[in-house]
């Protein structure tokens, strides 16, 4: 798991080894996890073995400081050349295989990433990774608000503890824009906006793909039909 310390400085790395990266977006409880946790054990895959938020915030640029708390979303213009570099190193040192071990040198690598917060971000990875795919997991808006407010009441999902302004429970989750209009409301009223804020941009992002840069997964369905479920998946990213 990368925590931000690593330095990057003695990788070899070219800048064309990540190819047709595998990204699944969706909102927060979902089932990402689970998704995510089938997919990396095919082995035509590599992941960093979980969720990029080190990874990617300890890059202060991309930090929400940077944007006074604004939110997580990050843009194309976001993805400059230096930080996109970057970026593509600290993914290739700490990617592994399903067996554990690591891409031989200049090999290519397919990538499989799930981190919530790429709701946000989907014009900046598919600035990051131009050839990627994207998964949609999506799943009963009803279930997902009920799963959210309870990572808010658990505590286990704080993503930040000292947000300036915020005098509910600790912020957690992913940052949406609006949320100081959200202060002092009751925390259903906040994890619904913070649900629908996510999907309305999410969507409209995605609508920006063409056809063969998205598939849909519904979250019952992967359920019920897994095996093909996860075929499809598989069909469609041209992995075994």
Same mark, same amino acid.
């Not at 995510?36 to 990029?52: H, M, P, Q, R, Y």
């Not at 991309?62 to 993914?91: G, M, W």
């Not at 799963?147 to 949406?176: C, H, K, V």
């Given at each position: ?48 073995? +979980?969720?990029?938020?080190?990874? @990617?915030?300890? *890059? ?42 690591? !891409?031989?040198?200049?090999?290519? =690598? ?19 990774? !131009? ?13 997902? *608000?009920?799963? =959210? ?5 658990? +505590?286990?999902? *704080?993503?930040?503890?000292?947000? !300036?302004?915020?005098?509910?429970? !600790?912020?957690?989750?992913?940052? @949406?824009? +609006?949320?100081?209009?959200? @202060? ?16 309305? *941009? =999410? ?6 793909? +063409? ?30």
């Amino acid at each position: 798991r990368f925590t931000g310390k690593e330095n990057v400085a003695d990788v070899s790395f070219i800048g064309d080894e990540i190819v047709k990266s595998l990204i699944i977006v969706s909102s927060p409880r979902s089932g990402s996890t689970m998704f995510f946790e089938a997919l990396e054990k095919n082995s035509d895959l590599c992941s960093i073995g +979980g969720e990029s938020h080190g990874l @990617i915030e300890s *890059i202060e640029a991309l930090h929400p400081i940077s944007q006074n708390y604004d939110s997580n979303v990050l843009t194309d213009k976001h993805c400059s050349q230096e930080i996109s570099q970057e970026l593509h190193a600290r993914f290739y040192q700490h990617a592994v295989k399903p067996d554990g071990s690591k !891409p031989k040198p200049v090999e290519p =690598m397919r990538l499989l990433e799930k981190t919530p917060k790429n709701a946000l971000r989907i014009p900046f990875m598919k600035h990051l990774f !131009p050839d990627a795919q994207f998964v949609y997991l999506y799943r009963d808006p009803k279930q997902v *608000i009920s799963s =959210m407010i309870d990572a808010w009441q658990s +505590g286990r999902f *704080i993503t930040y503890p000292n947000l !300036p302004g915020w005098t509910e429970l !600790p912020w957690s989750l992913l940052l @949406i824009p +609006g949320w100081r209009e959200l @202060i002092g409301k009751p925390l259903h009223y906040v994890v619904a906006n913070q649900w629908a804020t996510t999907t309305r *941009i =999410m969507l409209d992002d995605l609508q920006t793909l +063409g056809q063969n840069q998205i598939i849909k997964v519904r979250y019952e369905d992967l359920l019920l039909n897994t095996n093909t479920e996860l075929n499809r998946v598989c069909t469609y990213a041209g992995i075994r």
